[in-house]
């Protein structure tokens, strides 16, 4: 999903996954990036430490871009949990 994103709107997306206890360290909490899992859209957090439903995601990145945000929320839409990062617009 998050693949397709990307190509959706033509945004970089960048993608940190680390093992779980690497997160944990001083070093991690040091570079200021949320607790994982957390999706940022430019320097926004949009959700730090859960799950986020595809439509809120592609709304977030639509409304980043200046682009009309959907209102419809779409049924069976699936949900990033992945540490993530996008720039664009």
């Given amino acids: 999903m998050i ?3 990307g190509r959706k709107y033509q945004i970089e997306i960048e993608t940190i996954s680390k093992a779980k206890a690497e ?3 001083d070093e991690y909490f040091e570079l200021d990036l949320p607790a994982a ?4 859209v430019g320097d926004e957090i949009v959700v730090e430490g ?3 439903p ?8 639509c ?7 959907l209102s419809q929320k ?4 699936s949900a990033v949990s992945l540490p993530v990062k996008f720039r664009g617009g």
């Avoid at 899992?37 to 940022?40: D, E, G, K, L």
């Avoid at 439509?55 to 990145?61: H, N």
């Avoid at 779409?74 to 839409?77: D, K, L, P, T």
């Fill in 3 to 5: 693949a397709q994103v």
């Fill in 23 to 25: 997160y944990q360290t």
């Fill in 37 to 40: 899992p957390a999706v940022m």
């Fill in 50 to 52: 859960s799950d986020i």
């Fill in 54 to 61: 595809e439509d809120k995601l592609e709304g977030v990145i």
């Fill in 63 to 69: 409304k980043h871009l200046g682009f009309p945000v």
């Fill in 74 to 77: 779409r049924r069976g839409s």
